[in-house]
């Protein structure tokens, strides 16, 4: 299975510095080699400067999300749907909220930081995750994107 990123997230990632691009394609990258074919869904959300990527067992995107990976002007968070409820020895996950917790990945060797690959797989194997009518053999990526959009606004204020 190709790990390298889809075009249309390379195409978004453009508007970012390289070395958050290198932080994004390195966290999507553990995502997929822990989760193997899966659904990938990008939403690109202007207002906020930031992309988002679920990643789903099945097409069922938000009832059956495993993990999402949202980059940010100056690092990447790996979420999780349901991170309150996950055994977390290292303590890597952070956030307060009801049910989802993050880790924060700053460099492109935070992902083999150790355990959070361990958070990856435990995600996966959660129970109330749905199972594909037809067993995935590649990762299935869907862009969503407004209509008829301009392009998109750098992930910075232009300066000059």
């Known amino acids: 299975m190709s790990r390298s990123a889809p075009r249309e997230l390379t195409d978004l990632l453009r508007r970012y510095e390289s070395g958050v691009q290198a932080v994004a394609t390195a966290t999507r990258s553990a995502v997929v080699d822990e989760i193997g074919p899966c659904h990938e ?7 906020n400067n930031v992309i988002s990527i679920l990643y789903s067992t099945t097409e069922k ?23 309150v409820d996950m055994k977390d020895p290292r303590g890597l996950l952070e956030g307060g909220g009801k049910a989802m917790r993050h880790v924060k990945i700053r460099t492109a060797a935070d992902t083999k930081r150790t355990g959070v690959r361990d958070l990856i797989r435990q995600a996966k194997k959660r129970p109330d995750l749905g199972k594909p009518a037809e067993p995935l053999t590649k990762v299935v990526t869907t862009l969503k994107a407004k209509k008829a959009q301009a392009a998109p606004k750098p992930a910075w204020p232009k300066l000059f």
């Open 61 to 83: 995107r938000m009832k059956d999300n495993v993990c999402l990976v949202v980059i940010y002007r100056d690092h990447v968070n790996l979420m999780f749907p349901r991170g």
């Open 41 to 47: 869904t990008i939403f690109q959300v202007y207002q």
